[in-house]
Structures are given as C-alpha cells and as structure tokens.
C-alpha cells in the first residue's frame, strides 16, 4: 500500500502568546508516512491487499503469507525526499504597509526539505503446510521538519496592526515496528492472518518564541533570534511503545480473481507538554510557565479493502484497493479540558489505488513491469474559527495524486525489485531484494 500520511497534528507545543492558557498554542507541522515495505507494492501503486504474495505480506496483509512454499528473508533500502510547505510570513489580514517586511498582500509560504534513507523492512518467513510465520522489523516513519515564522502581520482593528509571535520550530519523527505474524489456510480458497506489533515511536518538538530585536523601532524588520531575545521555549516529547494489532483475510472468490482485507492499528504515544521561560521574559528563565502531562496521541487506525485479477496464464495482474485512513483519532485523543481543539478539523481520508503488473513469461529469469496511482486526499489540520492569524497558519491543504513505476527480475532462488512514487509533495525510491531456500 505504499502509503504517505501528510499532516498537520495538534500537538499544541508552539507559538504560545504570552499571557494566553496553552489550548490557545499553535500546533506544530507534522508529515509522516506509514507506508508499505516492499517495491513491488510501490510499483504498484499501493494496490497490494489483495495481492499479498511475498514476505512484505506480514505487514500488508498477513493472510497472504500462506502462499509462500518456502522459508524467505526480505530485505528493503528505501530513499525519501519531501518538501513540507509552511506559513512563513506575509499578511494574515488587511493590506500591507509597504514598510520593511510588510511589503506581501497575502501569505508567504517556504518550504522544509528533507531527505531521509536506510533499511526500511527486513523479514524472515518459515511456510508449513497449511500455515506460515514471520517476524519482522519496519521503519514506519522517519521526518524532520525545520520551520520558522518571521513576520506575520494583521490587521486587529482599525488603525492597529499585530505581528504574529515570531518563531522557529524544528520537528523529529521516528517510529519503528517489529512484529510478529501468523496466517492459516481454512479452506483452499480462504486464509486469514493476525500480527502483533511492537511500536517504538519517539517525537521530539521544540518551539522558540522570540521578541522582536528592539521594539517597536524594528516592529516591520525581519525578527534575527537573538539568544537575548528569546520569550518562551516550548517543547513536545513522546518516547513510548505500543503493542498493536494486525488482522488480513485473502479469498479466491472465482477463477484468478481474488479478495483481500486489513484491518491495522496505529500506534498510540504518551506525550509530556511544557513552556519554559526563556532570558527574555518576566518570569525566571527556565520556569515552568505551562504544562501537558499524562496524555496521549494516537495515529490513524487503516481499514483497507482489495480485489485483483490475474490472467490464466500469470502474465497479466490488475489490483485496485480502497484504504479507510481514520485521520481523525487524531483530533479525539487530543481534545481534552487542556488541549481545546473545537475550532480546528481533520478529515478521514479515502484512498484509491490502482495497479498493472506485466511478467514476460517466456525469458528467463522472469522480467516484471509495473505502474501505478493513486490518490491521497487532504487530511491536513485546518482551522476553523475566526482567528485570522490561526486562519493563515492551518489551511486545508490539496489532494495529491501519485505516479509509481518499478520493474523486478526474478530468479529461481532470489529476487530484485525497483520502485517510484512521486507526487507533488514527495518522491520516494525503493529497492527490496528476497532470498528464499
């Protein structure tokens, strides 16, 4: 399913107005992924549910592990570049006054590019005769981003202009899942699979709020974060585990057609909130002026629903797949008495995918070509109340569609794979190698 979840989380840990309570915080920019291993899923568009027929299975669609006749090890490097867009600068409300920065009708959008790579999926699979096994180890994500706001300005009421808090934020993101899978064949046309997840996950987010170099004189000059100047430092840390589940069913329902189904849990992760006084604040310097304790995030559970064809004689395979992505646990397992998230929103997200595979039957080793797309609608936070400046920061974003290509060449005893998924937002390239004895 080579998926890219992108959005904006309310982990409320930035952009604190001083004298405000933190549920009136602005929540950090947040892209991750959790995307299927495996570059033939890639090539294919993410339309692998139904499919399931190598070791990647164990985290795609468990069920589909029966299929395999002997032991395998998989292995996957994987490659990720992203350009995560963000609200710089510019007005937020009211016409610009042309002096210094104030010179942009409308909002300054910069982008964070990152790039990121190493093993992303490594597998081993022992078949029996009606049942297999498999223990795994998947990067689910893995991001950074690195923002800053430096001169958002808006016009509160006639004749008085407010500059947004200037800030800058960076962003890490890491989470690991090592699991342990399991199918069984009920009948010849119906198998089912369950896996168990060991999430690691850790998210680290500091926030820096600075007071302009010399107010009011430099009120409309670009903010230089100054050590001196610094207001408040903000910071959201979650380093936890979670143990989450994995269900799949595969039915060959009629001749070279078949139907497959998942259901995966996300994990959740307890997090701690805290604004601290910085050297440029009335309280003492590294003071707890707020905090968030005891709670957690979730990230989306995935309902996913597949149907693929393959021609008699295997050449040709055709899959279409239909992911439910429950964005909106998100919002839920935030929204609290201290984190108020009335005014904001995030939509579950429907995904379609589509994919071609094309074996040339008659060379030797089988050579393999692939296409794909898919769509990825927008799932972005994005606010809803009348705050202007809140308005500028959390837009809706854009539905994005996808373009993947690979091809694979397969031996008798091994097998290679190539993948691309590019979109707009985000290219990523695969290679993923099985050795079975």
Do not use: C
Request: glycine share 10%; aromatic share 12%.
């Amino acid at each position: 399913m080579a998926r890219w979840f992108a959005l904006t989380v309310a982990a409320l840990s930035v952009g604190l107005v001083p004298g405000l309570s933190l549920a009136q915080e602005a929540p950090p920019v947040l892209e991750f992924s959790f995307s299927n291993p495996g570059a033939r899923s890639m090539g294919l568009g993410g339309a692998f549910v139904a499919l399931a027929d190598d070791a990647t299975a164990a985290f795609a669609n468990p069920a589909g592990l029966v299929q395999l006749v002997r032991p395998e090890i998989s292995i996957e490097l994987r490659q990720r570049k992203y350009s995560t867009p963000y609200t710089e600068g510019g007005r937020a409300a009211g016409s610009p006054t042309g002096w210094g920065i104030d010179t942009v009708d409308g909002i300054r959008t910069s982008f964070s590019d990152e790039t990121t790579s190493g093993v992303s999926f490594l597998s081993f699979v022992y078949p029996g005769t009606r049942w297999s096994l498999s223990l795994y180890r998947h990067q689910l994500a893995e991001f950074r981003i690195r923002t800053e706001i430096n001169g958002l300005f808006g016009d509160v009421q006639e004749g008085e202009i407010r500059r947004y808090e200037d800030q800058v934020t960076v962003t890490e993101l890491d989470i690991v899942g090592t699991g342990l899978a399991g199918a069984y064949q009920v009948s010849d046309s119906l198998s089912v699979g369950i896996g168990l997840s060991y999430f690691s996950g850790r998210i680290e987010n500091q926030g820096e709020v600075y007071g302009l170099d010399n107010f009011p004189e430099t009120l409309f000059e670009a903010n230089s974060f100054r050590p001196d100047r610094l207001h408040v430092i903000s910071t959201f840390d979650a380093d936890d585990w979670y143990l989450g589940l994995n269900l799949g069913f595969l039915w060959n329902f009629a001749d070279d057609w078949r139907l497959g189904g998942v259901y995966r849990q996300g994990p959740q992760l307890d997090y701690e909130l805290y604004n601290r006084a910085g050297p440029f604040n009335v309280a003492p310097e590294g003071s707890v002026l707020a905090s968030v304790t005891d709670r957690a995030i979730a990230f989306p559970d995935v309902w996913g629903l597949g149907v693929a064809y393959r021609s008699p004689n295997g050449s040709l395979t055709i899959g279409f797949e239909w992911d439910r992505v429950e964005y909106s646990m998100i919002l839920e397992t935030l929204d609290s008495e201290q984190v108020d998230t009335t005014d904001v929103g995030m939509d579950d997200a429907d995904e379609l995918h589509l994919g071609f595979e094309y074996v040339f039957m008659q060379t030797s080793p089988l050579i393999a070509v692939r296409a794909g797309l898919w769509r990825d609608p927008d799932h972005r936070i994005r606010y809803e109340g009348d705050d202007p400046f809140s308005q500028a920061l959390y837009q809706p974003g854009e539905d994005l569609l996808h373009i993947s290509l690979g091809a694979g060449i397969a031996f008798k005893r091994f097998q290679i794979d190539i993948g691309a998924d590019l979109a707009e937002a985000v290219d990523q390239f695969t290679v993923s190698a099985i050795f079975s004895f």
